[in-house]
């Protein structure tokens, strides 16, 4: 499997669950990403994994908890959301933050809070 | 505050040539990014420039001002599957990407 794979790929979920998104990179990068992307608004950035290092975390609620175990694999926990945070949560990943790399994305989740 | 402005969407016909434009304010600059996102896909990268002038690559053309803070996407022989939303975004000093919101391109026959 190549590029970047999210699962699931759509999730509906009431306000009291728990539940987390999945991110891999196959293309041997070291920088990950979580952004929010809601319709006609522009790409939220979440957070930043750089050689599994959390580097930013743009003032997001608590109630988004990131994981980045190594560099292939990016976790986004979830617990106790609200109706605007139904959004689609896109998974992206560079050569590295601080360089001039191209982000590569994954397809990724349609999340629904009801 | 950091800004890219892009048209909300854009419609153009089959076979022909349309421009999306980009225009920014942000803290510092190390280059514009386009990408193209199919509904209910992911973004995949078109271009990139960092130096001013124009980028050709196949039917995709992207030109960038650095002076001026602009930037257009010139799609030529258009063809259905370019329908699509086109993102424009700037990577600042912090080498953080500031998004635009996105132009929706429509393609008719």
């Known amino acids: 499997e190549t590029g970047v794979t999210q699962t699931p790929r759509h999730l509906v979920m009431g306000m009291t669950n728990k539940k987390s998104l999945k991110c891999e990179q196959h293309l041997g990068h070291n920088a990950m990403y979580w952004y929010k992307q809601s319709a006609k608004k522009p790409l939220e950035l979440m957070f930043v994994?750089?050689?599994?290092?959390?580097?930013e975390n743009n003032s997001v609620p608590s109630r988004f908890s990131p994981e980045c175990p190594n560099s292939s694999h990016l976790f986004l926990h979830l617990h106790t959301l609200q109706p605007e945070d139904s959004a689609l949560y896109l998974c992206a990943s560079s050569q590295a933050h601080e360089a001039t790399d191209t982000q590569y994305f994954g397809p990724g989740t349609r999340l629904t809070v009801l | 505050g950091q800004n890219i402005d892009q048209p909300t969407e854009m419609t153009a016909t089959e076979g022909a040539i349309v421009q999306i434009n980009c225009t920014y304010q942000?803290?510092?600059?190390?280059?514009l990014f386009w990408y193209q996102q199919h509904a209910g896909e992911a973004p995949t990268f078109l271009s990139y420039?960092?130096l001013d002038g124009l980028e050709e690559k196949g039917r995709f053309s992207s030109f960038l001002s650095r002076s001026k803070g602009y930037s257009y996407l010139l799609l030529k022989e258009l063809q259905m599957k370019d329908s699509a939303s086109y993102l424009c975004a700037v990577r600042d000093s912090n080498y953080q990407l500031i998004w635009g919101a996105g132009t929706k391109l429509i393609i008719k026959p």
């Open positions: 420039n960092v």
């Open positions: 994994y750089n050689f599994k290092e959390q580097t």
């Open positions: 942000t803290s510092g600059f190390n280059g």
